[in-house]
């Protein structure tokens, strides 16, 4: 099954040929403590378009919320440079980039601690719109009214109160609701769904669905859930101890993935139905530490085709097929076609 | 471990440092000077002037305060302009009263504070804590120089249990000189309860609520032993951040207590020393003191660490 | 034997508390409770309140001494003599005094003791009338005087009277400003911790022989005065010295403590309490102001809030009984009087406004409470300042105030306070000046010329009842009292208050809150 | 210079203990449990019983506020007459409280008292807290060398001999209620700016704060509308202690005579008099009242804090 | 083997024989009601749950969030605050009823025969105390072990759950591990006195498949191993269909339908059950797929609607629904229980019924017999 990817999803058509929205190169976060140093983030360069989701999976701990706020500049990168509508954001000096902000928004990882307890949501929401002065008071109510109710939150009930008063799922929605009052061209969700429960999970990806259908938002959307990556994404990267392993389009990902880890990764999803039988081995072994990751390629501690070679040399992302980039000296693609998997049961 | 110590001692330079200047320009601000009490009513313009000079006292500021300092940096201190003890002598008797009051005062504060507050968290606003919160509270609203005459005339004049007043030192007679320190202690030591007690019992009660102390009880634990070994620990850093600001404050401001008790401490030397502008004594109590202090935070800092090892240095 | 009949036991042979006549007992330590520490031992570079007294008085011994009946008597000395015209007087030593460190009293270190009080900073000034002492031979000097100076044993029975070691004058010469003490007196200095304790040890090799009785005595500074009320009664301390006359009253009558008090003492010139009043600062320099103060304070009331009634009303610096008293015509409660006064001024130029400054003392910042009431009463505007010693003191030096509680004057002789009364020490405010009352009477200073150079001792009393009814004139001070020092004893101390002088006659005992501590002894 | 971000956690993200307060720790674990609330929660939270106790404090504290203002409208008498035919009665329906040892009457003199006490212990914390609360919390915030210079010199502050500094300013400035009451506000300066700076520094970089950069916010109004709305109930509740804690400062300096000019009433004063002259064996009620006074303030200031803070802090009322 | 003394017999279990018969169920829950009282109302957490659970057998309990689910695993093991709750119904557990247990004999069971594994563990484990000593405090306290043996133990529990050089991680602290060691670490401190029967609390949440994948497979295997019952609460259908034997829904503190696995992945019955499958994103469906989400809101717990609770966001809602609450009863095969008046058969629900007795339902060719739940 090579060639040209799989039709893509109904509203990545034109992400091809759509002009680049953000532009990663070689970007790398450190973090120090005392003299000890974590590369969270080593070296990863990839592009998002105008218009498409990027899916970022990966096991915890591999650097995905680092890079997520690397792209909006709340993390310094350490080197590298993050390009946003052809803008070097490292560069631009504070009160540029203020301006720059809400263009690109996040939503972050725990929705709840994003938003301040303290505050009502109707001025959580109307922030910024607050901060930028834009509109009279009475106009800036009405845009988030509607907001409010574009993300399913009744504004009548839901303005005067808290954060606390709500759950995990409205708190996601709220952040969604503010980081969109912006009007920014590009989101990043950094695993907005992993702490609800399949419900509301649904209800959240619709939303996005719905905002990417209206707005045309770009995003990149990290999330540990690959079902859950799988269902928004047009392509997904997979990263492994702070490096790009696996870039591709999602469907063609998810059928053929030609990494190891991305196969482990996908083997290792449980699937809703009992009757469905696994046909591959677990990952085992705990994750390296980043503090000294192994040399050569990262993965090959865990790796079960791993070879000499891969010790001694770290090998580089390049392309197996159009559109599908893989950063692994002995790709499944090359040594086997994967076999088409059996379609899974479904109830 | 040794660039942190470095870095502390670098800290404790400064801090020294800054204070000393600080010390020296106000006490040389006090309106009056030491020849007012030395010469006292014999303070002519001429024994003035001639004292002034014999006390180094007319040069610019800028050079008593090298020489000052210089002298400090070789270990000299200095002497009383009024009674000619030698500085350092003043602070070697001085010091381990003060140290010896906030030791008492602060292990009975503890001592009551703490098993009350273990005592009360576990069930708060119920009877029992509400009478220690009004207990300590009583004991707050009570200043030593209250609470001082109180207990002299219970415990020393009735009972005749403890001295009323007097010193002795710890190197002299152990026995007499922790029988001199019961009741200034205690005096001291009653606003300490009430701070500590609420501190240690608002920590606990949140950490009672922590999820910890539900996997602890789900183990079989006795609530006994998931007080002391699981709540009490991660409940004591308001304690010891409030403990370390307190102790600090009680370095040399143990006035009242000293001079109702008739003890040569430094809390009593310094205010002495101001009335009588006893430059020198000022000078060389509050850099100790400071110095104390900046200790003080150090050991509370490193505390911490023990306590809870998150905490890490640097 | 319980103290109830060594007092009465007491009273029946003398007549009063803490003088005993028994049989004395040797041994023993007594622990005293004073109210401050002295500030040193060295007579040149201190200055002695009556603690200083106490201390001294154990390890020194003065050259002259006061007695019961108001005489000087020689102590260390044999015999002063004058010449004609009191400029020269000679003085022979007792012979067989020793140090503490075993060297001889001779005329050679009272000379060098007079040497090193004069080049003192502080005691130059109450030696001005002193040119030198000379040594004649080894137990005889001379004190030649600038002018005649009539009551010469009576200053030296003050600090400059005080004998030291010639070691000490070497060590103080050779820049130890705290060297340790070695007089000639009953106790040998054994230890001092500023503020906490003065212990001295018998002295075995004492020149008056069988004294002391005490094996050592300890003296322990205890400011607050409840405390050491406490302290006595729990034991703590066998003798304490106060100048609260709660004191008195609390401890009369008990028959388990003795109580001694200098309310009766009639020798010399006592301790006043006193408001002085700055005669040139405004409102004060107008006289009829200070005379609307004077009239305005309800003396009665006053008495009965303070001393327990036991101080009697004082018109002037001598009580009945005193050689020098007489009715001095000082200003009695008359509150229309003292309304109209400040009346008469206010029309003139406004209402007195004054600060009554005092230190920060729960008794007299009663007292000044009282005060401002009561003046505040007839008309005046009276502010409230606490200040703490220092800065009073310096304040009152150079004038900068209006009125200041005050306590001060005590001497075994008038003279001595020359230097307060005196024109010449006046000073404009802003000026330093020892009249720090700033009243010129000219009226004064002659009587107080008078008083120091006339050797006839009826001169000299009319001139201090001169001095007596001018101030109650001039009213640079406005008399509250006289500091009522007093002593309280547990039963175990004998004869605190009594002393023999070496020449037989009995001592002044109790002298404004000190005492000699040689015939001390304790019982049981 | 000392500086708690030495003392910061390493990983876990859980909170810092030198920037712990009580209640902050687990409010992201407590929203997982909470059902979503009934429409009316803020009106229910608003009638949450603060229990009786809590009035019977508001009143007392109320009361005393409310005497101290209008005393000079009550049928009192002047404080500060002396009546010496009167001196140490007990209470009586002439003098409710009694009179002290100048015949003054106490209730009179409590009441006023009660204006310095206040004054002092509501001024100079609201002092301390205007400006060590401000700079705290934007040190906190801002962190840098800004915060490293305003440790150090907040920690000079405390280092300081307070006494020392005390007696030198009285001495040198004068003892008017108001210069009192800002000798003392600028003692508590760095004490109040290091517990705001702690709160602070425990939100400066919270998911809410960065949040809120990302939305082009200022720091000023990050300062103020993200970081100051969680640090005002910690503030609000040390504050009360901290005024507790002036009240019985001021009585200390008032032994001392460093306080108020004599004779203007504060509870510190009446209670050091009632110590001394021997009043504390002849008249036990100079000191019993105001103390008494005091005593049931702090109980009534802290009991409101605390219920005030139980009902701010998301935490309470869970477990 | 993780430790040669556990089993029966140990020290721990003597003062807690277990008195019921082997065939019996290991825990029977019995109407258990659990409501915390707030100044807003009573909310009705757990709401007359009943439930059994075998030896050696899994039971999964999923749910929405806010469902319950934590609230019953803690009312099951009485863990419960000790102020403003209400819990009544019966918790037979091997035999004894918990409910009427004295707390002293309850932190003999605690530990030793029931154990928890709790929902988070970021805050479930204690900050400031080793791990090492977290487990060997209910080692040495239920099976008398003496410092040594209880860290000789306690290295091979964390081997056992996979955590690499334990020797040295014995001496960690919780902050120095990262998520995944952490919830192992809580398996094994739940696992050291090797208990009777575990409630895990959603042992995997936040974690990413491969981790997640472990854990399961480890509890799985030292299930096996010690015949040890769990119930495995968790949202994620994903996570039980291949783990529990039976699998208990609930909805708004109840259960509302409860079956072995394969049959209730079969045949769903409650339109619930089915919402929640159909909510989950697939693998198999290609990208962009438009989601099928529960519309509406999980009832206020205060005042929780009248009739069958989920009528409001049920697709399939007739006016029975709303007025009367729906009993849990079977049909079809006797263990799969149910709470719906209309439950589904074959994806479509059956039609209404104006008897309102229960619907008998042929499924499958199972006989008709149709039993009303034993619940009041
Ligand atoms: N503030 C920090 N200080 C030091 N190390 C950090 C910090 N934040 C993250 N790290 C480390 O950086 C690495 C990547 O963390 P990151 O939060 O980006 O992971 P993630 O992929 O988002 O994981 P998860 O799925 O758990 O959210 C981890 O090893 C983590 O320990
Ligand atoms: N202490 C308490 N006081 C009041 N209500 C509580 C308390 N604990 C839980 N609740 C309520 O009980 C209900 C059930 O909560 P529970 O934690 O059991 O849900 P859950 O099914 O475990 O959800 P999740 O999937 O989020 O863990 C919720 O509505 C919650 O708000
Ligand atoms: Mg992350
Ligand atoms: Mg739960």
Redesign the interface.
Known sequence: MTGPAATPGTNAGSAAEAPVMLEVEHLVVEFRSGKERVQAVSDISFEVRTGETLGLVGESGCGKTTTGRALVQVQPATSGSVRFQGQDLGRLSKRELRKTRTRIQMIFQDPISSLNPRRRIRDIVAEPLAIWGTGSAEERAAQVRSMLESVGIDPDTAGDRRPQEFSGGQCQRISIARALMAKPSMLICDEPVSALDVSVQAQILNLLADLKAAFGLTMVFIAHDLAVVKNVSDRVAVMYLGKLVELADSDDLYRSPAHPYTEALMASIPEPDPEHVSTHEPLTGELPSPLNPPSGCRFRTRCPYVQDRCASEEPPLREVSPGHQVACHFPLRQLSPVPERPAATTV | MLAYLAKRLGQLVVVGFIISILVFLLVHLLPGDPTVVILGPNDTAHNRALLLAQLGLNKPLYQQYWIWISHVFSGNLGESYVTHESVGHIIATGFPIDLELIIVSQVVAFAVAIPLALFTARRPNRPVDNVATTGTFGLLALPPFVIAPVFVAVFAVALKWFPATGYTSFTTDPATNIHDMILPGLALTAASIAVYYRLLRSDLISTLQEDFITMARSKGLSNRYIMMRHAFRPSTFSLMAAAGVNIGALLAGTFIVEYLFAMNGLGYSIVVAVQQRDYLVIQGIALVVAIAYVVLQFIVDFLFTVVDPRVTRE | SSSSSSTAGTKAQSGTAGINHGTPKRGGTAII?NDA?I??FYPP?N?WDNNGFLYANCIYDPLMAVAADGSIQPYLCKSMTPNADYTVWTMTLRPGIQFHDGSALDATVVKNNYDALQAS??????LKFLKNVTVVDSMTVNFNLNEPYVPLPAGLATQVGYMVSQSMIDAEKGGN??PTPVGTGPFVYSSW?????FTAVRNPHYWRSGYPYLDQITF?????H???V??L????VDLIVST?P?TIT?FQGQSSYQVVDSLSDTLGEPDMSFIMLNCLAAPMDDLRIRQALAKGI?YP?FA??FDSGLNLATTGLFPPGSKYFSQTGYPTYDPAAAKALVKAYTAEKGTPTFDLAT?????L??V???L??MWQAIGCKV?????????L??NT?VGNYQAVTYEQFAAPDPSINY??WSTTTVAPVG??A?NFARNSDPQIEAALVTGRSSSNPSDVIAAYQKVNERLAVDLPYLWLGRTSWSAVADSRIQNFAGTILPGGKPGKGFDNGSFFSTQIWMEG | MPDDRELRSTGSGQTLPTDTFPGQAAVDEMVVMRQEPAPETDEALARRPLGLLFWLALGWVGLVVLLAVIANLLPLPNPNLQNYAAINVGPSLHHLLGTDDLGRDLLSRIIYGARVSLVVGFGAVGIGMAIGGTLGLISGFRGGKLDIVLNAASFVILAFPAIVAVIAIVAFWGQTLAKITIIIGVATIPVLFRVVRASSLAYANRDFVVAARTLGATSTRIVFKEILPNVIPVAVAFGLIAVAGVIVLEGSLAFLGLSVALPTPSWGNIISEGTSNGNLSTNPYILMWPALAMFLLLLSINLIGDRLRQRFDVREGLL | MIRPTAGRGNAGTLHFPDVSDLADPLLEVEDLVTSFRTTRGTVHAVDRVSLTVNRGQTLGVVGESGSGKTVLSRSIMGLLPARDVLRSGTVRFAGHDLTAMEPAQLRQVWGAQLSMIFQDPMTALNPVVRIGRQITESLRLHLKMDRKEATATAIELLRSVGIPSPEQRIRSYPFQLSGGMRQRVMIAIALACAPRLVLADEPTTGLDVTVQAQILDLLAAMQQERHMAVILVTHDLGVVAKRADDIAVMYAGRIVERAPTRTLFAHTRMPYTRALMDSIPRLSDPSGTRLRAIGGRPPDLIHPPTGCRFSPRCPYVQDKCREADPPLRTAGSPDHLFACWFPLVDGVPSGPSGSGQPVTLTTNGAPNNAVEAPAS
């Open positions: 409770g520490d500030d040193g570079s200055h900073l502080l005691t130059g000034l109450a400003s705290n911790l500023p503020n906490n304790h322990r500074p205890i400011p607050d409840s405390q050491r406490a302290t009664q729990s034991g703590g609260d709660v609390q309800n009331a009965k809030l230190v920060t003392d729960a008794r910042t009663r000044t409470q009282v401002q009431s502010n409230l300042q606490a200040i703490e010693q220092a800065q003191i310096s030096i230097v307060w000026k330093i020892l």
